[in-house]
Structure formats: structure tokens, C-alpha cells
């Protein structure tokens, strides 16, 4: 299925809004409860699976595959059933950057964490991916999942704190799995995920090989949770 063609533009630093443009008839996708606002003749329907042309086995294979590793199965579509152009806004559950990746210059395919998506143009296929060599690493480590998006439109990544972009030419990269957004091109993780110790503290590393684009987070909403939480136990504790 052909991405439907949208524009759009990125407003803001550090907490980042996505504004999307939609002729009449077109539909943008996005995870629940992302949308800031919409104009009139802008109609939103929740529905099952991406709206891409897989079929039915294919869209309830995808569905199954999205309640085991603890997604919503449901995806919010926004149309504009009007007569001219209307708009969209998104924003992501927490500060950092959104990414705009036009995916037929990325080979048709991004691979990203499962927590990053925000917003596609209908046509974007989403689908949950495994890795053979990962095995239980997609359950450990942060919950690291990953997801496949597939088509030639735009689609819309967040990550948290500052983002870099890294061009790998046939290189290695080990990265903390929890700093990983992103990887296109003839990338693939390698190897399982490896547990390393500092100072009591655990991390996972993941390793990436090939040529392509890495996107690195500096601060994965996980650790800044958990410093959060570590702060307040604390506070609590001296006051008591």
C-alpha cells in the first residue's frame, strides 16, 4: 500500500511538538493518547492493527503479536473528511526530540524501540520484530522490543534528552540498549545482549554491525524514571 503524502513541521526544543497537514481524504496514524489538537473536519477513529493492506491473517497475526509483548492493539487514525487542508498536532509523553524519517530514503524500513513511535502516514506498516539471536533479550533489559516500520511515506520517532544521529560505514557500535532509538540500512544486532556491572548498577549493551543510520538517545525515559523514583525514596526516608 502506498504511504499516503503528508507534510508537516516541528515546533519547539526541548518539548517537541509534530503539526501534520492533511488534504482531504488523507489519514495520518498515531499510538493513542499523543494527539494536542486538531482542526475541524478532522474525524479520529480508533481501529485495530495500521490500516496497511496485509490481509486478515496478516492483521491479526500483528495483532497477536502486539498484545504479547504488551502493546495496545489499537492505533488512532485521523482523516480529513473536509474539502481542504486541515491540521494535526502531536506531541511526545515526555521531553526529548521527534524524529522525521522519510522511509523511502531509509530503504523503505526503520527498526525502533517499541516505546518510540509516534505518528505515521497511513500505509506504514507497524509490526512487532523479533530477533532469533536475542532470544529472552527482548524481555529483559528495559523490556527491549522492537518494532519494524515498513513503507515509503513519512512516520514520526520520539527519544529522550538530545538525539545524534550516528553513520556507521561497515562498523561496530555497543550501545545501552535503553540509548538505542533506532537503526536503518544494512544494519542487524549481533550476538545477544550483554549484561555488564558498574558500581552496582546494571546495564545491557546491544551490538549493531553494518552500514547505516543509528539514532542515540541521551536519556531514555527509563533511567530518568528510575532516578525519580530514587529521589523521592530518599527524600521520604530523611523526612521520616
Known amino acids: 500500500m502506498q504511504c499516503h503524502e503528508i507534510e508537516y513541521q516541528i515546533f519547539g526544543q526541548d518539548i517537541q511538538m509534530l503539526e501534520i497537514d492533511l488534504d482531504p481524504e488523507e489519514t495520518v496514524i498515531a499510538e493513542a493518547g499523543v494527539m494536542t489538537y486538531m482542526e475541524e473536519d478532522i474525524e479520529f477513529a480508533a ?3 495500521d490500516g496497511s493492506a496485509q490481509g486478515v491473517m496478516g492483521t491479526l497475526f500483528g495483532i497477536g503479536k502486539r498484545m504479547l509483548t504488551g502493546e495496545s ?12 487542508l486541515r491540521r494535526v498536532a502531536f506531541s511526545a509523553p515526555f521531553p526529548g526530540a521527534i524524529i522525521a524519517l522519510n522511509l523511502a530514503e531509509l530503504q523503505g524500513q526503520v527498526i525502533c524501540q517499541k516505546d518510540s513511535f509516534l505518528a505515521a502516514a497511513l500505509g506504514t506498516k507497524i509490526d512487532i520484530t523479533f530477533h532469533k539471536r536475542l532470544g529472552s533479550g527482548f524481555f529483559g533489559g528495559e523490556g527491549f ?6 513503507g515509503d511515506g513519512m512516520a514520526f520517532i520520539h527519544a529522550g534528552g538530545t538525539v545524534m544521529c550516528k553513520e556507521l560505514n561497515d562498523e561496530t557500535l ?3 540498549t535503553g540509548c538505542l532509538v533506532g537503526f536503518s540500512g544494512d544494519i542487524a544486532l549481533s550476538g545477544g545482549l550483554k549484561s555488564m556491572f558498574f558500581g552496582g548498577e546494571g546495564m545491557f549493551l546491544a551490538t549493531l554491525r553494518g552500514t547505516g543510520k543509528v539514532w542515540v538517545q541521551s536519556m531514555p525515559f527509563s533511567r530518568l524514571a528510575e532516578r525519580v523514583l530514587a529521589h523521592g525514596m530518599s527524600s521520604s526516608q530523611g523526612e521520616s
Open 73 to 84: 492493539v489499537f492505533l488512532t487514525h485521523f482523516t480529513n473528511t473536509g474539502s481542504q
Open 174 to 176: 555497543r550501545l545501552d
Open 145 to 150: 522490543i522492537l518494532q519494524r516500520l515498513q
Open 47 to 49: 481501529k485495530m492493527g
